[in-house]
């Protein structure tokens, strides 16, 4: 089983930064990417980043050159580091990691995490 657990979330006021984080673990062969998203109230759960093993990135349009995603060393934690913060950053921010379980096979299972909340004050 893998386990996927974001941390990080909280309270910031505008113009303020928060890193996120999100950690995977248990029994897999390795991550192939990570993937944040985030739902605001009412809204529906959109794609904010996206980490491959090969350090590609892709970035939403409304957090370019604000936000960062990056790989710890064991490439089974990625951080999300967000500065600049807006009041529409406001959102539970969820985490997805693409889990290869055999060394024989490149399918990729999908993992999601419980979400942590990311709340921007003026």
């Known amino acids: 089983q893998v386990q996927v657990v974001e941390s990080g979330g909280g309270l910031a006021q505008v113009g303020g930064s928060l890193r996120l984080s999100c950690a995977a673990s248990g029994s897999f062969v390795m991550i192939t990417a990570m993937d944040w998203y985030r739902q605001a109230p009412g809204k529906q759960r959109e794609l904010v980043s996206t980490?491959?093993?090969?350090?590609?990135?892709h970035y939403v349009d409304s957090v370019k050159g604000r936000f960062a995603i990056s790989w710890a060393n064991a490439k089974t934690t990625v951080y999300l580091q967000m500065n600049s913060l807006k009041p529409d950053d406001t959102a539970v921010y969820y985490c997805?990691?693409?889990?290869?379980?055999?060394?024989?096979?490149?399918?990729?299972?999908?993992?999601w995490g419980q979400g942590t909340q990311v709340t921007v004050s003026s």
């Open positions: 980490l491959a093993r090969d350090g590609n990135t």
């Open positions: 997805k990691a693409y889990v290869r379980h055999s060394f024989y096979n490149t399918d990729t299972v999908e993992y």
